[in-house]
């Protein structure tokens, strides 16, 4: 065995890894409002905007500082778009927009984004929270949802696995110096 060999299995490696590793996943690409908007309009609606087609069944819920979840009372998802209608303008406030979607790829994402709304509207109805407050979350964070059905092939990391566990066998052989 040579380096040579060495150096193919790595390609090997390579191809084989790289694939699965850089399969993008769906991000948020931009919204209305945006991260860190304040709005001087009424806010009745919800444009979340990503970075490829996305599957049914996404959502978005709000949260303001006194922990009021507002769910929107329509949620509409065509390609990349996500459109969120509430059923009441905001009144006036921070919120922080909790979004869930399937990207094109099978896989769950989840995120946020935070806003302001200083539209004069005041929130006067409102009674005092009925939610509990949950774990803040970190800020305009994007990752994947805790998985619970395996979407992307399993087998793909099983080769890859075994392929992994071979070329450290086989570096192994190579770099044990043979006693002299
Ligand atoms: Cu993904």
Same mark, same amino acid.
């Given at each position: 065995m040579n380096r040579k060999w060495i150096r193919y299995i790595g390609l090997c490696l390579c191809i084989w890894l790289v694939p699965s590793l850089t399969w993008a996943h769906t991000h948020l690409k931009q919204s209305t409002p945006g991260d860190g908007d304040t709005v001087s309009q009424p806010v009745q609606k919800l444009t979340l905007v990503f970075e490829e087609r996305i599957e049914q069944g996404g959502s978005v819920e709000l949260r303001d500082d006194a922990g009021h979840t507002v769910k929107p009372s329509s949620v509409k998802i065509q390609g990349d778009t996500l459109e969120a209608t509430l059923g009441s303008a905001l009144p006036d406030g921070n919120y922080t927009a909790q979004w869930k979607i399937i990207g094109l790829d099978g896989h769950p994402m989840q995120g946020s984004f935070h806003f302001e709304v200083k539209?004069?509207? %005041? !929130? %006067? !109805?409102q009674k005092p929270p009925t939610v509990p407050k949950q774990q803040p979350t970190p800020h305009h964070d994007q990752h994947p949802a805790p998985v619970k059905r395996s979407t992307s092939s399993p087998v793909i990391w099983v080769v890859a696995l075994l392929i992994l566990s071979a070329a450290v066998i086989v570096g192994w052989l190579f770099w044990r110096k043979p006693k002299a």
């Open positions: 539209a004069g509207k %005041t !929130s %006067t !109805s």
